[in-house]
């Protein structure tokens, strides 16, 4: 008779508290595997295909890509888009966040209030937001061009109908939603020492001073961590471009609103070439991959952790 | 053992809730009250049961015909239960084409995408029609066509719709009093030179658009309503149509009546309803369907109707549709869709026009059944109807480079007057997508 624990089944090399930790995990794996991994990997086979919504394609080598790079100037309007919207916003959407967060961590009676008025935007529909700074941005009759009318101003932009207009148009319906990011920054500014202040006014460093040589470096874990969203949330515009063009196929005044990822969804679920589409969305990922690993690079140069330097 | 038994139960369990989770479908049952069919009318000659789902976008006065021809259809048929499901317009062929990927489409849905006919998605029904003894050729052709791959009744028949809308032209008969004109002809359609000429003499302008009466209205797909005139008799071809002196005389048309506040810009129709402007006595001619007259009744307008205008000299035209019913190759419970549609084109003739304004898609059963006998303004509408509804030239979708309000944006917004070109470089960029587009269609062919 052996001794039982020569006989012991195979636990997939997990014991105790690992076990119980993989349990948990199985969910989330599931959906992992079957709605991320499995889909990314067919996306690259449907891409190299000329598979239509309503019809399996065939194989069709790098026909997809090639066309995309060489024979499709809404792509390079598409990617230009996305890249101008990047350079707009990313810079506006950091410093406006941040210039709010260092209101709100102002030591004032009822700031709980402002904090939650600025962060009711942030948990609306994005869809109802869009429709209503859609009604707002009208250029004949919209409350913004009133109120600009009001003061004196003739001709105030025709914000969606003029393709100079369009897109800041759209960053101000983002500016709205500013909250989100405004409270992370919040976090990572009650997050920074009292002391370090204290240290630096007995140095005799003035408010700027602080500001430049203690409250940056020690948020730099948060800019880089709201960096990366906001790079990663402007590859993915969608919402406000649908609602804007009211739905349908057009990217806006000269297509100033075609952004890739409307383009993807046009290409894929309205006219039904799901291939092109699946082209269209892995070039999107390099783009994205490209755009983050410049990211990293530079984050090598600023990051700041307290304690290793 | 028993840990690993409780890992497997977990995974299973984790499976289950997910697959659980996405493959339920959402619906909302009809909830108009029964509706009772007069005897004789509904012959049920099968005995079904199980549960129909009907897809649709949305139809206008809260989905109540297509409800009530659900009830009428539970009724004869007790052991059937119908659920119907409203999608939005933007999102329903999307959501169609991901049913019809995932191998589970509805039972009955608006064919509202005519790649799902040409694709083999679709079941067939000229057979059916026959063995039902209806005759294809009773319905309009201006809305039947809507229910065939290329537009014709020999590329095959699909769907069934069971009423018949189309975009006409209203006009307030006090404002074109006021103006001196005359009524437009219920017969024929006002070339768009007449229509320009009659929109500027029933516009009151005024700076404020708040206060302004505007003479007619010009949408942006106003000018190239018959894809004709844009893409040929064929449908595939764009030079000498889109960019020729035609489209170019209607676009010029266009921008200038906007230009000149005689026609509401579509900036301003964004922000404010054009069937409210009508009905407020504040814009001379607009178009509609038939859903909009009974406001203008109850805002005491005295109106009257009229055909479209066109583009070329000669021509009369309405664009008429209906909801294209059909069912899937895939789909779940044919027997019992069959019988639906069959329902939809016999009884459902019959009963529609007891459940809203317009007239059935079969004329003869308009005409049996005296369709405005009772009513001066329906028996305009079908007046205008059988004098000008024909089937559209088909174009398959994904025709991007040709933007109707782009074009009147740089006429408009932007003061630019060279039409001719603008339209070229549409031209040369579309017939470029419209070869594409068109290769793909005839390769989804069988």
Redesign the interface.
């Known amino acids: 008779m052996r001794a039982s624990t020569t006989t012991r089944?195979p636990?997939w090399g997990l014991r105790g508290e690992a076990?119980v930790a993989?349990?948990f995990l199985?969910?989330w794996l599931?959906?992992l595997v079957?709605f991320l991994l499995i889909p990314l990997v067919w996306g690259i086979w449907i891409s190299l295909t000329d598979e239509?919504?309503?019809?399996v394609g065939e194989f069709v080598g790098l026909a997809n890509y090639e066309e995309i790079l060489t024979d499709d100037p809404?792509f390079t309007q598409a990617l230009g888009v996305t890249l101008r919207w990047i350079l707009l916003t990313t810079p506006l959407f950091m410093i406006t966040g941040l210039a709010l967060a260092l209101l709100l961590n102002q030591r004032l009676p009822g700031m709980y209030i402002f904090r939650t008025i600025l962060f009711v935007p942030t948990v609306l529909s994005g869809v109802a937001v869009a429709v209503l700074w859609?009604?707002l941005l009208?250029?004949?009759?919209?409350a913004v061009n009133q109120i600009l009318r009001s003061f004196g101003i003739e001709d105030p932009p025709?914000w969606f109908?003029?393709p100079n207009w369009a897109m800041p148009a759209v960053a101000v319906m983002g500016l709205w939603g500013i909250g989100g990011s405004a409270i992370i920054w919040l976090a990572g500014l009650q997050n920074v020492p009292p002391h370090l202040y204290e240290a630096a006014g007995i140095d005799g460093a003035g408010e700027w001073a602080k500001f430049r040589n203690v409250t940056l470096p020690m948020l730099s874990a948060t800019l880089f961590f709201v960096l990366i969203n906001l790079l990663v949330d402007s590859l993915l515009v969608f919402a406000p471009i649908?609602i804007a063009s009211?739905?349908t196929?057009?990217g806006g005044?000269?297509n100033s609103l075609l952004f890739l990822m409307y383009y993807i969804y046009?290409k894929a679920?309205?006219?039904?070439?799901l291939a092109y589409g699946a082209a269209l969305a892995w070039l999107l990922t390099l783009v994205g991959a490209a755009i983050v690993w410049l990211a990293f690079r530079f984050e090598r140069r600023v990051y700041y952790q307290a304690g290793t330097e | 053992m028993t840990a690993t038994r409780s890992l497997w139960t977990a995974a299973v369990v984790a499976a289950t809730v997910v697959l659980v989770g996405c493959g339920q479908r959402g619906g909302v049952e009809s909830a108009e009250p029964p509706l009772s069919l007069a005897p004789g009318e509904s012959a049920a000659p099968v005995d079904l049961t199980g549960t129909l789902d009907i897809w649709t976008q949305p139809q206008g006065d809260d989905e109540r015909p297509i409800k009530a021809y659900g009830k009428a259809f539970e009724e004869a048929h007790p052991g059937v239960k119908v659920k119907l499901l409203v999608v939005g317009e933007e999102t329903f062929v999307t959501k169609v084409n991901t049913a019809l990927q995932a191998g589970a489409p509805p039972d009955i849905a608006a064919l509202e995408d005519r790649t799902w006919m040409q694709a083999g998605k679709v079941v067939r029904l000229d057979d059916k029609l026959v063995e039902w003894g209806v005759d294809v050729n009773d319905f309009n052709p201006g809305g039947i066509g809507r229910a065939t791959p290329k537009g014709t009744l020999e590329s095959g028949v699909y769907a069934v719709g069971e009423y018949l809308g189309g975009n006409v032209l209203v006009y307030n008969k006090a404002l074109l009093d006021a103006a001196g004109v005359a009524y437009p002809a219920a017969d024929k359609s006002m070339h768009i030179d007449e229509y320009d000429a009659l929109c500027r003499a029933v516009a009151r302008p005024d700076p404020d658009p708040n206060r302004a009466v505007y003479g007619c209205s010009m949408p942006d797909w106003a000018p190239p309503i018959q894809a004709k005139d844009v893409f040929g008799p064929d449908g595939r071809t764009t030079e000498g149509y889109m960019d020729g002196p035609a489209m170019v005389n209607a676009f010029d048309r266009a921008a200038g009546l906007i230009r000149d506040k005689m026609a509401p810009s579509g900036q301003l129709l964004e922000a404010a309803s054009e069937s409210d402007m009508f009905a407020a006595g504040r814009l001379g001619i607009t178009w509609t369907d038939f859903t909009e007259t009974p406001k203008y009744i109850e805002n005491g307008i005295d109106f009257g109707i009229a055909p479209f205008f066109v583009v070329n000299a000669g021509d009369t035209f309405v664009d008429t549709y209906t909801s294209p019913w059909g069912t899937f190759v895939d789909s779940q419970d044919q027997a019992l869709a069959l019988e639906f549609l069959r329902f939809l084109a016999t009884d459902g003739q019959r009963l529609r026009p007891t459940l809203s304004a317009d007239p059935p898609l079969s004329m003869s059963v308009a005409e049996e059944i005296g369709y405005g006998d009772d009513d001066p303004i329906k028996a305009q509408y079908l007046e205008v109807l059988a004098a000008a509804a024909k089937p559209q030239v088909f174009v398959p979708p994904g025709v991007e480079a040709f933007d109707p309000a782009e074009i009147l944006r740089l006429l408009v917004d932007e003061g630019r007057t060279d039409t001719q070109a603008i339209l070229d470089a549409q031209a040369t960029a579309a017939q470029k997508e419209l070869d594409k587009v068109w290769e793909r269609y005839d390769e989804l062919e069988g």
């Open positions: 089944r636990s076990r993989a349990l199985l969910p599931f959906g079957f239509q919504i309503v019809r809404l859609v009604v009208n250029g004949d009759l919209g025709n109908r003029d649908f009211g739905g196929q057009s005044p000269a046009r679920l309205v006219e039904g070439d």
